[in-house]
């Protein structure tokens, strides 16, 4: 089990009319960082992407990809890599629980952002540490609701279960007064690392730690236009299958590169002018 006492969180039957999504503007922020580069070390999991997975391009960060890279480790130490804007709660809730059971050290690296999902999943780690310039984001279960008024009323009932639970991760691992903790998601906060540590949502700052450049900067380039397109569309209204869908109808192909022990494939091919001109568009 993990080095310290954290409490399995609750899981929940995925509602069918529901849709996951990571908060507009944390995509805008976080679309505009840099991806980190892959580590080298075999011990080290990546979580480069959103959490849940993408049906139209295969990305994002999963409990099922996770739950491998964990069992290739092994009952080794390991060393998670954070840089996502959040995401799916289910994924997120199964990949902490996978954590906070996994037999040795979790190391928590925050090397850009660990928003919404992604802080839930920060939380399983034996030790916490954000580099200098990051964030860490807090807020209540959001997400896009479908139906009649008594859909959007059970909604309402099961959020404020979805918002019960994820209160009870963050104050298991930051010791923090629940009206507090409460406060802090209400509010949707954004903390630096001081704050962050200052709050026990982090233990270490550590000034080594920051988002890499990656090894191929035109490719970067590509994976930048692809991702400020998903982020513009977000802001727009666009729901997450339709701004893949979107993507796919202009030709932009992507792999999976999120959870990869090695170095990962990266966006190729992708038809850069038309991309800045959809932003443009966004923009108007």
Do not use: C
């Amino acid at each position: 089990m993990s080095l310290r006492t954290l409490p399995e969180a609750r899981t929940f039957a995925r509602p069918q009319n529901f849709q996951w999504d990571a908060p507009s503007d944390v995509m805008a922020l976080w679309a505009e960082r840099p991806l980190a580069a892959d580590g080298s070390d075999s011990d080290t999991i990546t979580m480069f992407d959103v959490i849940g997975e993408d049906y139209w391009s295969g990305t994002g960060v999963t409990a099922k990809r996770i739950s491998a890279a964990l069992r290739a480790i092994g009952d080794k130490d390991v060393r998670i890599q954070i840089n996502s804007p959040g995401g799916d709660l289910f994924e997120g809730i199964a990949i902490y629980n996978m954590l906070r059971a996994h037999k040795a050290k979790v190391t928590i690296e925050v090397l850009g952002w660990a928003a919404s999902a992604a802080s839930i999943i920060a939380m399983a780690g034996d030790e916490i540490r954000m580099g200098v310039g990051t964030f860490m984001m807090v807020h209540n279960a959001w997400g896009v609701v479908i139906g009649n008024r008594h859909d959007l009323a059970e909604a309402s009932s099961l959020f404020e279960g979805f918002d019960s639970a994820i209160a009870d991760i963050y104050g298991a691992r930051t010791g923090a007064k629940r009206k507090d903790i409460v406060a802090l998601m209400d509010a949707e906060t954004f903390m630096g690392p001081s704050e962050a540590v200052k709050n026990g949502f982090a233990d270490v700052i550590d000034d080594s730690l920051s988002a890499g450049d990656g090894d191929t900067k035109n490719m970067d380039r590509r994976l930048m236009a692809r991702r400020r397109t998903e982020a513009a569309l977000a802001k727009a209204g666009f729901t997450r299958d339709k701004r893949s869908e979107i993507l796919d109808e202009i030709g932009v192909n992507t792999a999976p590169r999120d959870a990869s022990r090695h170095k990962a494939a990266r966006d190729a091919g992708v038809p850069n002018a038309a991309l800045q001109q959809l932003i443009n568009t966004f923009k108007i």
